[in-house]
């Protein structure tokens, strides 16, 4: 397996960063997550957009264009012959000193892992999975962003945890006012009398590239689709809840806080959505 780590592809067991990093020593950086289906990467432009932005809310400067780093991307597929896969970029700060002063780092480090992989067992997506709520919460927008893709993931790591010591795989974080937020790395949606609603940016989602694929697929196939803020409650209440994100795709939410979701299967419209939207990455893409 073939790394592309600071201008050079090396092998997997070489890839290593210096402790020095400031990405290591604060989780100062930012990342992406991005699919690539049957030899198309769904939406690269969009996740490349998205980790300048990122960068450049942190005033992390990326040393090369959005062209280059997009084939750096698909030349580490390519390397790796890969056709289905997971694409991990990170870009740290880089090397420093020990103190915060981000200006002490001589330039940021770019590096992208390829590989296979799969978030979820197969059987799930047939069976749907179990969530809960936790105690944590996602950081309001004036502190740091949600749009930010940042390196400092612990907040949603605390989230696993408790998802993890509550037995299930997956778990719903509410903002500060208890508007129900998103996954510890995904979206959320919920359909009621045929109506799709997914929680607006500004409670402190991030704005997903599937959220927004789903969002547009709905739309075409003719929902009634609203970007709403909702609580715990309208979640236990719905007909149908899901969960969209780059490595879980789209998949069905039963249980909520131990009450049943419609009848306990997916539901009608989550099966139409995740049907279309598996449809859509094979094409919609770049090859
Ligand atoms: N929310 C968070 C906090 C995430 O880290 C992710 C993953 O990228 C998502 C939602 C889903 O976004 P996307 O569909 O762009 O992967």
Excluded at 93 to 113: A, E, K, M, W
Excluded at 141 to 156: E, F, G, I, T
Excluded at 251 to 273: H, M
Aim: net charge negative; with cysteine; proline share 2%.
């Amino acid at each position: 397996q073939w790394i592309y780590l600071d201008g050079q592809y090396v092998k997997k067991e070489d890839a290593k960063v210096s402790v020095y990093d400031h990405g290591f020593l604060y989780g100062d950086g930012v990342f992406e997550g991005i699919r690539m289906y049957d030899g198309n990467v769904f939406r690269l432009e969009e996740h490349v957009d998205r980790l300048y932005d990122s960068a450049k809310s942190i005033m992390l400067n990326i040393e090369v264009s959005k062209e280059e780093m997009s084939n750096i991307i698909i030349e580490t597929l390519k390397m790796n012959k890969l056709e289905n896969a997971y694409i991990r970029v990170v870009i740290s700060r880089g090397v420093g000193n020990l103190g915060l002063d981000p200006f002490t780092c001589s330039h940021p480090q770019i590096i992208v892992i390829a590989e296979q992989l799969a978030l979820f067992p197969k059987a799930l997506y047939d069976t749907g999975i179990e969530i809960v709520t936790v105690a944590s919460r996602r950081n309001r927008a004036d502190v740091l962003s949600p749009k930010v893709k940042s390196l400092n993931y612990l907040n949603n790591i605390l989230v696993k945890i408790e998802a993890n010591l509550a037995g299930v795989s997956e778990a719903l974080m509410l903002n500060d006012q208890g508007y129900v937020a998103e996954g510890s790395a995904d979206n959320i949606f919920i359909v009621k009398k045929g109506k799709i609603l997914t929680p607006p940016g500004y409670v402190g989602a991030l704005e997903g590239i599937t959220r927004n694929a789903i969002i547009e697929i709905a739309q075409k196939s003719g929902y009634e689709m609203k970007e709403e803020v909702f609580t715990r409650h309208d979640v236990y209440t719905a007909d149908e809840v899901f969960l969209t994100g780059t490595a879980a795709e789209v998949i069905a939410v039963v249980k909520v806080d131990g009450r049943v979701i419609g009848d306990g299967k997916p539901g009608e419209c989550t099966n139409k959505l995740l049907q279309q939207f598996r449809d859509t990455v094979t094409q919609d893409g770049r090859k």
